[in-house]
């Protein structure tokens, strides 16, 4: 797992392997929608197919680094990792971007 402070070039702009979460998804759950909907697989195979996501990233702790704390202000960064065949990367305004393992 890496963290990395995003640049201008590295913020998802929309399109293939980039989604959005939806303001009331958990980001893990946003990582297994991104990964069904471009796999073309139901959500509940993903685990099936390549083991729980909990294998290679707590979803607890990925849940959690992005939520808002009260006043305290978070610097922007996202959290990389291999899952399903793909590099995810997540970061704290709910993008999902994946890119083939290299």
């Not at 998802?12 to 759950?29: C, F, I, R, W």
């Not at 993903?46 to 729980?52: K, L, N, Q, S």
């Not at 009260?70 to 970061?91: H, I, L, Q």
Request: proline share 6%.
């Amino acid at each position: 797992m890496e963290t990395e402070t995003p640049t201008d070039e590295s913020q998802p702009k929309g399109g293939n392997g980039t989604y959005q979460a939806d303001p009331d998804q958990s980001l893990s759950g946003a990582v297994v929608e991104a990964i069904a909907t471009n796999s073309e697989l139901d959500a509940l195979e993903i685990a099936d197919e390549f083991g729980p996501l909990y294998d290679v990233i707590d979803p607890s702790a990925l849940d959690s680094l992005f939520q808002p704390m009260g006043t305290a202000d978070r610097s922007a960064c996202c959290v990389t990792f291999e899952y399903a065949d793909y590099r995810v990367t997540v970061d704290q305004t709910g993008w999902v971007v994946l890119a083939d393992r290299q």
